[in-house]
């Protein structure tokens, strides 16, 4: 079983960053997809980024694509989203996810084995 555990939110003003980090526990991290998604109050959870387990390839939504950054160390059993340019929208309860060690197809948000609790971001205009 997979434990997960976000950190690093908080409130920031529009224009500045955060550093969201997620905590792994059990399984093979090293061989499991990762992915950071996110919930605004009324809105369904949404994909904000994605980290690759083979060859550590990324993927982001449109709407942070150039703003936001994952990264992963695998020696630590970390993921990392850096957030830039913060916009009010990007309000939201951040969520890591990871996929089952081994998974090749770990593209939709059913896809994912394993969340984490969240945690809370909110960008002030």
């Known amino acids: 079983q997979v434990q997960l555990v976000e950190s690093g939110g908080g409130l920031v003003q529009a224009g500045g960053s955060l550093r969201l980090s997620c905590a792994a526990s059990?399984?093979?991290?090293?061989?499991?997809?990762m992915g950071w998604f996110r919930q605004a109050p009324g809105k369904e959870r949404e994909f904000v980024a994605r980290?690759?387990?083979?060859?550590?390839?990324?993927s982001y939504a449109g709407s942070v694509k150039g703003r936001f950054t994952v990264s992963r160390d695998d020696g630590k059993k970390m993921v990392y989203l850096q957030m830039n340019s913060l916009k009010p929208e990007d309000t939201a309860v951040y969520f890591c996810a990871a996929g089952r060690a081994g998974k090749i197809i770990v593209l939709m948000i059913t896809d994912y084995d394993y969340w984490g609790q969240g945690t809370q971001v909110t960008v002030s205009s």
């Open positions: 980290i690759a387990w083979s060859g550590g390839s990324t």
């Open positions: 059990g399984g093979t991290f090293s061989r499991s997809t």
